[in-house]
């Protein structure tokens, strides 16, 4: 078998790096060169023979147009693409949309050096009733569904093939070939 590879891609430049500013989980789109560099990204896994089976991005549309654009180069837009906001940046709370350079000058090079490096302490919270609070959108919002896969796995357990067997009326010789 031959031996599997993770690549990890940084979005390109977006808007707010451009402007110096906290970006974290704010939507900011792709600059121009952002875009370009997303571009070269994807010319050069394909020079050194790349391929991939799957792909994983945040729910920014800066790392999604990235993957799209990588992918656009690969020839590759068929592959599933996983979104989770999980693979968010980081979130910098209050410190969003603000410009590095003004922060810096006002609370100090150095605790701004923190909030933007320290994994144990954190920048300044986001209030909940502020628009740039993760909650107030709708991408964040926590799904009451669950799939029907998830329900057959809770309540029939081993019987799942069986039940599948009754719902689809799959053959009972390819019952095997069914995974979940």
């Given at each position: 078998m031959a031996p599997y590879r993770i690549v990890f891609?940084?979005?390109?430049?977006?808007v707010y790096?451009?402007?110096?500013?906290?970006?974290?989980?704010?939507?900011?789109?792709?600059?121009?060169q952002g875009i370009t560099e997303a571009k070269q990204a994807g010319q050069l896994l394909h020079?050194?023979?790349?391929?991939?089976?799957?792909a994983y991005t945040s729910v920014l549309k800066r790392a999604i147009k990235t993957l799209n654009l990588v992918l656009d180069e690969l020839d590759l837009n068929w592959i599933p693409v996983m979104k989770t906001w999980r693979?968010?940046?980081?979130?910098?709370?209050?410190?969003?949309?603000?410009?590095?350079?003004?922060?810096?000058?006002?609370?100090?090079?150095?605790?701004?050096?923190?909030?933007r490096r320290a994994y144990d302490i954190p920048p300044p919270p986001v209030d909940t009733s502020d628009?740039?609070?993760?909650g107030n959108e709708p991408k964040y919002a926590v799904s009451i569904f669950i799939s029907l896969k998830d329900i057959f796995k809770k309540h029939y357990g081993l019987n799942l093939s069986y039940s599948l067997y009754r719902l689809t009326y799959v053959p009972g010789p390819t019952l095997y070939r069914a995974e979940f």
């Open positions: 891609i940084r979005h390109g430049e977006s790096n451009e402007e110096n500013r906290f970006c974290g989980w704010h939507d900011a789109d792709l600059s121009g020079q050194n023979h790349f391929t991939f089976d799957i693979l968010n940046e980081r979130m910098y709370g209050a410190l969003q949309g603000l410009n590095k350079s003004e922060t810096a000058a006002k609370h100090g090079e150095e605790q701004v050096k923190i909030w628009p740039r609070f993760p």
